[in-house]
């Protein structure tokens, strides 16, 4: 009984990770070998990674890179927000 608790403690600690754009398997792991109590605290301060949901934005087209500063903006922004340059148009995705 309490191995089957453990295990559900561990798919829930490795689904929170995957929610928070971090490695299923590395917190699953995490938590089968030392404890689920243990990679809830890791997860409960690490925050999302926001390169890896940069990445997923961009290559899904939801946002786009300003061409002069490199700054993110909407897809249908009109202006850079940090440079003031004019971006092109674009279709929507």
């Known amino acids: 009984m309490y ?3 453990w295990l559900v403690l561990a798919l829930l600690a490795g689904y929170w990770a995957r929610a928070k754009q971090r490695s299923f398997l ?3 792991l995490i938590s ?4 689920p109590v243990v990679a809830f605290g890791i997860l409960f301060f690490a925050r999302p990674d926001k390169v ?3 990445a997923d934005l961009l290559s899904s087209g939801q946002i786009r ?3 002069r500063c490199g700054t ?3 897809w249908d922004a ?3 927000t940090s440079c003031g340059d004019y971006l092109t148009p674009m279709t929507p995705p």
Not at 32 to 35: N, P, V
């Open 3 to 5: 191995i089957f608790i």
């Open 26 to 28: 590395r917190y699953f």
């Open 32 to 35: 089968l070998l030392l404890t």
């Open 52 to 54: 890896k949901i940069a």
């Open 65 to 67: 890179k300003c061409g």
């Open 72 to 74: 993110l903006a909407k």
């Open 78 to 80: 009109l202006k850079c």
